[in-house]
């Protein structure tokens, strides 16, 4: 076995343990290790793809890392980004992991041999732009690897960290900007794709961006700033947009100023001396706002605005939501106790629009009724229009209903939850809470089969899969998920005309 390295040759070490691989990138050498459930995927684990945004660096944009000598271990996720863990009684709790300001890392997975240039598809986790990593075992791309996917997740800067604006750092920004800076990192880490990925067997020129929910809002937003365009050719969203008003400059900036004075801060270098620890207690207590702001730079213009007179980046798009999104995020416990307070609530809520959306949520069931009205203006709403918007500039969208419920004690209960479809468009029902059965297993081939064809093509299609009609104004098809793909056209309307009322009603900027 030859011991030199290319580009784009995947070799064993002779130094190493049989489970190691040694990979030559344009950055230097890395030592990953194989998949345990298959040899033929390897992976490469906490790359950085920006220098550490520490001390000084704090709030500014990312830069590329320094390049090293000898060979680097690629064989354990870096930290994650400084959170606050979800709370031990959150369905979404996990243990903890390291977090640390130094955290800018992705990881690769891939299956590729010599000379391939395969589809790459870059994940975007989720957590309210506040919370999670790439690190998670339901993001393992192994199985997606194994269907000739080069898989990337990354790590975003999140909270104060990530999306904190300040008069200050307007002023030393060259374009007069600030916030988003968890943004530009994943910018930055489309960029680490451009230039390494070909490393490992992807085609820099054939990328899909994917996330759930902030991950989706992220793909969104990526859609619309200009700084990432060319950067991926395909997007992907699952269970989130942001069509719906976002943040100013300056309502990010009076927030900063806000929470600099709380901390007795009175200039910029001072907020920088603050420890992350203490700075992200801070945030916590302050219940800091993390958001895409329209900056003028990164984001241009409200996002709604953008997709409406066609200035988005023009790739095609996928996108969906689930059947009951609001049932882990709390909405369980605020389902009204009779039809008098669902009533009072859903009035102070929509006004002059309330008997409308009376006739679409009627109160002969009050917990349906929560839960759809729920998902259809936060989800729905935003899913939807981001593909009507996607068909009117003549890309391919095509849109999903996830109904599937996963296996557990609490099925009837929390339904097609908010994320619950992750582990099966990663095709890894082995990582669901609670044992996979036979339904789950074709579920999760089915939609990571979908997923793969529309990175590879932008097309989900395939022999062998139920059709799936891409969204038109004429011919709004979709696909209900649910242990296979049913199609049909024109999901509930009305729900849409309505929330349309109800969103342009907020659109006074």
């Known amino acids: 076995m030859k011991s030199l390295l290319t580009i784009t040759v995947f070799i064993f070490s002779t130094t190493l343990s049989a489970q190691n691989v040694t990979l030559s990138t344009p950055q230097g050498d890395l030592i990953g290790k194989l998949a345990s459930t298959n040899d033929a995927v390897r992976i490469f684990l906490g790359i950085p793809y920006a220098a550490p945004p520490v001390a000084s660096a704090r709030w500014k944009p990312p830069v590329i890392p320094e390049s090293w000598t000898g060979e680097r271990m690629a064989t354990d996720y870096g930290p994650n980004c400084m959170q606050e863990p979800y709370p031990k009684g959150s369905f979404f709790y996990r243990p903890a992991r390291l977090s640390s300001e130094d955290c800018l890392y992705l990881n690769v997975w891939t299956s590729a041999h010599l000379n391939e240039k395969r589809p790459v598809m870059v994940w975007i986790h989720g957590g309210a732009l506040t919370r999670g990593s790439g690190a998670r075992a339901t993001y393992d791309g192994s199985n997606l690897a194994q269907k000739g996917i080069v898989v990337v997740t990354i790590n975003y800067r999140l909270g104060v960290f990530g999306y904190f604006a300040h008069p200050e750092l307007i002023s030393e920004s060259p374009n007069e900007a600030a916030g988003n800076y968890g943004l530009l990192d994943q910018v930055r880490a489309l960029e680490w794709v451009q230039d390494n990925i070909a490393a490992f067997g992807g085609d820099p020129d054939n990328v899909t961006i994917f996330g759930e929910s902030a991950g989706s809002w992220s793909v969104n937003l990526l859609s619309a700033s200009p700084l990432a365009k060319g950067l991926f050719h395909k997007a992907i969203g699952e269970s989130g947009a942001r069509l719906d008003p976002r943040m100013t400059l300056s309502e990010a900036t009076k927030d900063g100023s806000d929470l600099a004075a ?49 200035r988005q980046n023009k790739v095609p798009v996928l996108t969906g939501y689930n059947a009951e999104e609001g049932t882990t995020l709390g909405l369980l416990s605020r389902i009204p106790a009779n039809n008098d307070v669902y009533i009072s609530r859903m009035q102070d809520m929509y006004g002059d629009l309330f008997s409308e959306f009376l006739e679409i949520y009627p109160v002969n069931d009050l917990r349906k009724a929560t839960l759809d009205s729920y998902r259809d203006s936060g989800f729905g709403w935003n899913s939807i229009t981001w593909a009507r918007m996607t068909a009117n500039v003549g890309e391919n969208a095509y849109l999903y209903f996830f109904s599937h419920q996963p296996p557990g004690p609490q099925i009837k209960n929390l339904g097609a939850f908010h994320a619950a479809e992750i582990a099966y468009v990663f095709n890894n029902p082995q990582a669901l809470r609670n044992t996979a059965t036979n339904e789950d297993i074709q579920m999760a081939d089915l939609m990571s089969d979908y997923w793969v064809n529309f990175a590879s093509t932008g097309n989900p299609n395939a022999k062998g899969l139920p059709e799936w009609k891409p969204y038109t104004q004429l011919n709004p098809n979709y696909v209900e998920l649910n242990v296979t793909a049913t199609p049909y056209t024109d999901l509930t309307p009305a729900a849409w005309d309505f929330f349309d009322k109800v969103e342009a009603n907020k659109r006074n900027y």
Not at 262 to 278: E, K, N, W, Y
Not at 288 to 306: C, H, K, L, M, T
Request: charged content about 15%.
């Open 262 to 310: 709380a901390l007795g801060a009175g200039f910029i270098a001072d907020m920088r001396a603050v420890s992350a620890q203490q700075l992200l207690s801070a945030a916590t207590s302050y219940r800091f706002r993390a958001d895409g702001i329209v900056d003028g730079w990164s984001i241009p213009d409200q996002p709604y605005s953008i997709f409406a007179s066609g």
